[in-house]
């Protein structure tokens, strides 16, 4: 047998948890040796957090592209997503006219 590597040979002497579950996220990512968890470390008072990607969310958020359907949503909302019927007389004197005017 070949002398001991950090391989697939030496996976099955791999014995011990390196990490448990993190008290606050409750993901099993924190580090025993180091008492540490690597996404929001814990367990220092304030949570980890970076503002990286920013521009690049800017940059392919809703919005920047052609948004075919989104661009008539707001106008399609107005009248409750009804398609094919007239507008409805606001006042009473109004005439049936202009109704069927905007249905054809």
């Not at 579950?21 to 470390?41: E, I, T």
């Not at 075919?68 to 109004?94: C, D, H, I, M, Q």
Request: charged fraction near 35%; glycine fraction near 10%.
């Amino acid at each position: 047998m070949a002398e001991m590597g950090k391989g697939i040979g030496s996976f099955g002497k791999r014995r011990n948890k390196t990490h448990t579950h993190c008290v606050r996220r409750g993901r099993r990512s924190f580090h025993l040796q180091k008492s540490r968890y690597a996404a929001c470390v814990y367990p220092a008072a304030r949570k980890r957090k970076y503002n990286w990607s920013v521009k690049a969310t800017r940059r392919k958020t809703t919005g920047t592209g052609r948004m075919r359907y989104l661009r008539n949503v707001p106008r399609k909302f107005k009248s409750g997503f009804r398609e094919g019927t007239g507008v409805s007389p606001r006042k009473k004197g109004e005439s049936v006219k202009k109704i069927t005017k905007a249905c054809f």
